[in-house]
């Protein structure tokens, strides 16, 4: 199958990307592992930021410096003034898709606080910000035309002399490995936070996927030690208490009903202080009990449901017991302020990307934002070279090969319990590479991954059907977790310092003179990462000469 455009993921950063090339005329396609409203952005419950009320109390230009505020250094200053001047835009864009935002009697929509925001910015729809604006998304895609490849699982990019052809997809129905050539390819699978499984408010298919791809097509990521940890998940299985509880009102206490922190600081200054006090001997809850209980059925009705059927409370009357959880990825893919990355064709949004937005640590409400902007901006680019473009050949040896692959991981024999291996990974991660790192947990952590690839070609299916086989999925999303646990945590080892979400024991100040760079990782071969902190500046300059000559 030919198609203009692929776009691999259905969250908001991919849907959008696809509407937008879609505009253009071009053929285009997007490429989801499982169910379209699995994705990150689906679950994405407290809101979207924008200032679209300018006052003395708030500006775009607030908006800007809380965001570089927030981030804690490594941020693209540019990247941030665009994304926030068109927030506004976005909303309205949004609203006339139809996506209902709370609004009062007059029709003005709602906002409420997130935290390091000095003004109610964020717009939202009870706490289900997300799956609405990708329901309607979804409906704005299939009217469109779009294709949605749905159980369509992304295995490689392929090249024709370097240079971008199509890409290499398992049909889950089947286990066929099949190809699909694209001229343009947009990159917006989401992040690696799952690879925390166990402690990760992420589904265990968030596994870096995307990531691992790009770093096997010799792609660059960058930041990859920055992973945000919620700071409100439920104790016994990490699933997310949105920030609009606490925008809500909702006070975080110890057993004896102590306030012991700011609730509506940043998040990475938030999850290291809960962390420190459970490590103390605390216990930590989110209390709601003082809320009318109208508020929380109007305003917080998902959270409602997930504290009584994830840990039988009522929130109305009982304390909800907390901890920080593997959450978000900062970095990923290494682009250019236009989506562009280090192959020719090839471009990334949405939490899979590193755009410098986010600098070290993130602000609630900005990952919506970041998604829909540069998603737009992807879905642009992308199917103005398309259509400049012609196809490219794909190597057929490379389809045989991906599916001798999959043979053997189907028809081998079986040695070890994948389940329990990502299980121990995640594990593992939380305790040694998780909200507290030093040099000794970072090195624990690394020691054990490499004890897992090793191990990795014992994994083979029991289950040898190959329809619908969801023990193969299982497999190769476990392949590129390791892929991405050692690029974080030796990007972790490097960075000698403590900025943002990356919090250093061994190392407890910020480090300018040294690490005022983002990090970047490439793979040189199988096994053999390099990590190195550089000015991208002249490389950067270079193609932006090479766009306005040729483009």
Request: proline share 2%; aromatic share 8%; with cysteine.
């Amino acid at each position: 199958m030919l198609y203009d455009v692929i776009v691999v993921g259905s969250g908001i950063a991919g849907l959008f990307s696809a509407l937008y090339a879609k505009k253009s005329g071009v053929k285009v396609a997007v490429l989801t592992k499982s169910n379209p409203f699995r994705s990150n952005s689906a679950v994405a419950s407290g809101g979207i930021n924008a200032v679209i009320n300018i006052s003395e109390y708030d500006s775009i230009l607030n908006h800007i410096n809380d965001t570089i505020n927030g981030a804690d250094g490594l941020i693209n200053e540019k990247n941030i003034s665009d994304m926030c001047h068109d927030a506004p835009e976005i909303i309205e864009e949004l609203k006339e898709m139809g996506v209902g935002f709370d609004s009062d009697e007059e029709g003005n929509v709602l906002q409420r606080p997130f935290g390091g925001s000095k003004a109610n910015r964020t717009c939202y729809i009870a706490d289900r910000t997300g799956s609405a604006i990708v329901q309607k998304l979804l409906l704005e895609c299939r009217n469109s035309g779009v294709h949605i490849l749905s159980n369509h699982q992304f295995l490689n990019i392929t090249k024709f002399h370097n240079k971008l052809s199509g890409v290499t997809v398992l049909r889950r129905r089947d286990s066929q490995v099949i190809a699909l050539a694209c001229k343009s390819l947009v990159l917006a699978g989401g992040g690696y936070a799952g690879i925390f499984r166990g402690h990760s408010t992420n589904s265990q298919e968030s596994s870096g996927d995307i990531i691992a791809a790009a770093l096997r097509a010799k792609m660059k990521l960058s930041n990859m030690e920055f992973v945000q940890f919620h700071p409100t998940t439920l104790i016994n299985n990490g699933a997310l208490i949105s920030e609009a509880a606490r925008g809500e009102g909702a006070y975080i206490v110890d057993e004896t009903g102590r306030r012991f922190t700011d609730e509506l600081q940043t998040r990475d200054k938030l999850s290291i202080e809960i962390a420190q006090h459970i490590i103390d001997g605390h216990k930590v809850y989110l209390d709601f009990r003082h809320m009318p209980a109208e508020t929380i059925e109007k305003k917080l009705p998902s959270t409602q449901k997930i504290a009584l059927s994830g840990a039988g409370i009522d929130i109305t009357t009982e304390l909800l017991q907390i901890t920080p959880s593997a959450h978000y990825s900062i970095g990923g893919i290494w682009t250019r302020g236009d989506t562009s990355t280090d192959i020719d064709g090839v471009y990334a949004c949405g939490e899979c990307a590193m755009t410098g937005v986010h600098g070290a640590n993130r602000l609630g409400g900005n990952s919506l934002l970041e998604g829909v902007y540069f998603g737009r901006l992807a879905g642009y680019e992308a199917s103005k070279r398309a259509i400049r473009r012609d196809f490219l050949p794909i190597d057929y040896a490379i389809i045989d090969k991906e599916m001798r692959r999959i043979e053997l991981i189907i028809e081998g024999e079986n040695y070890f319990n994948v389940n329990a291996m990502r299980k121990s990974l995640g594990e593992s991660l939380f305790q040694n590479v998780g909200v507290f790192r030093t040099e000794e947990s970072l090195t624990n952590a690394f020691e054990y991954i490499g004890y897992l690839f090793k191990r990795q070609y014992g994994i083979h299916c029991v289950n040898k059907e190959k329809e619908n086989n969801v023990e193969l999925s299982s497999i190769l999303e476990f392949k590129n977790a390791l892929y991405i646990a050692e690029a974080m945590t030796l990007s972790a080892l490097k960075r000698e310092e403590s900025r943002g979400v990356h919090h250093r024991k061994d190392f407890i100040k910020r480090d300018d003179k040294r690490f005022s760079s983002p990090s970047y990782v490439k793979l040189l071969d199988d096994f053999l990462f390099e990590i190195t902190f550089e000015n991208q500046m002249v490389g950067d300059l270079w193609y932006r000469l090479k766009k306005y000559l040729f483009h």
